[in-house]
């Protein structure tokens, strides 16, 4: 049967089916663990049901020798770098590895590396949770950092989450115009697709119409990497003005207050990316959109209202 290079539809249509399969057994697993932990558990564990969830169809899937839902709905099988073969089930493994955990690893450490960076006291948790061996060696870690070291390593760590964002951008954009691998972890474990069946020759039209769509991603990419540059230099300096005024309030009415309102209700730590529902309550960005995805109202006030109506309060503490 003759085999041919999979194009850039092929893989984006399976890739859409895959993601379409994974959401319906994640929502599952979430409104399972919700029903039985709570939600305080919930958006404790949330990130990890995820992962269990991804590995799970990944694990019954590629792992075991079969084609995803995705691939087979679009007739395409995995290769190895020779295009000759089935990827070995060591390749496969890499391929799961690099698909989900690295992303999962990347997220969780550098969280906790901003959380440390940016609190003024060490914070001690004595509940288990995820990675909290990791949190803990973090915390040692910087504990050993100075005042000025831990200023400097802030804006590194903010920049290093938006530089992990704009390379799965720049990814894309390569791959609208080569037409090679779609996610990043499919290339850096060498896997590559082949399609089964339909082998006539693509309409060249189709492929000069991504590679225009990858070079305008590549514009774009320019265009957003100079804004995010001008918002970092907006973020010290509004994070500066902050710690200006804050000095300047009594030592005690500055302690009390942040202690009492700079803590989200949901996940019990210091708020990140404050948000406020249109009754007034403040959250973390993450904990109130996980709670929105089950339940249309305010955690506190029970008042109901739409996700699209929550406000994003830059540059708040």
């Not at 804006?155 to 791959?175: D, E, K, S, Y």
């Not at 009594?250 to 202690?259: F, G, M």
């Amino acid at each position: 049967m003759p085999l041919v290079p999979a194009n850039q539809p092929q893989l984006m249509r399976s890739s859409q089916k895959d993601e379409f399969y994974q959401n319906n057994l994640t929502n599952n697993a979430n409104e399972l663990f919700h029903t039985l932990a709570g939600s305080r558990r919930w958006l404790q564990w949330r990130k990890e049901i995820e992962l269990l969830s991804d590995l799970t169809y990944y694990v019954l899937t590629t792992l075991s020798g079969y084609q995803t839902l995705g691939e087979e709905y679009v007739s395409i099988i995995q290769v190895d770098p020779s295009k000759r073969r089935i990827p070995s089930r060591m390749r496969r493994t890499a391929l799961i590895f690099f698909h989900t955990f690295v992303p999962y690893l990347l997220d969780k450490v550098l969280i906790c590396i901003e959380n440390e960076l940016e609190a003024e006291a060490p914070q001690t948790s004595r509940t288990w949770g995820p990675v909290s061996h990791v949190r803990l060696w973090i915390q040692r870690a910087v504990g050993m950092l100075t005042e000025s070291q831990r200023k400097a390593l802030v804006p590194l760590v903010f920049a290093l989450q938006q530089g992990i964002t704009l390379l799965n951008r720049l990814h894309v954009a390569v791959f609208y115009i080569t037409g090679a691998f779609y996610h990043i972890g499919k290339r850096a474990a060498g896997v590559s697709y082949l399609r089964v069946g339909n082998v006539s020759g693509d309409d060249p039209r189709i492929s000069n119409s991504y590679r225009l769509l990858g070079a305008l991603s590549l514009l774009q990419l320019g265009i957003t990497l100079t804004l995010q540059f001008n918002n970092l230099r907006q973020r010290q300096r509004a994070r500066h003005q902050w710690k200006q005024h804050r000095n300047l309030l009594p030592s005690h009415q500055a302690s009390q207050s942040s202690s009492r309102s700079s803590r989200c209700i949901l996940c019990l730590e210091e708020r990140r990316n404050t948000s406020s529902t249109p009754c007034g309550h403040l959250f973390c960005w993450e904990c109130i959109t996980e709670w929105c995805n089950t339940k249309t109202e305010c955690p506190l006030c029970r008042e109901k209202f739409q996700p699209h109506r929550l406000v994003y309060l830059r540059n708040y503490k």
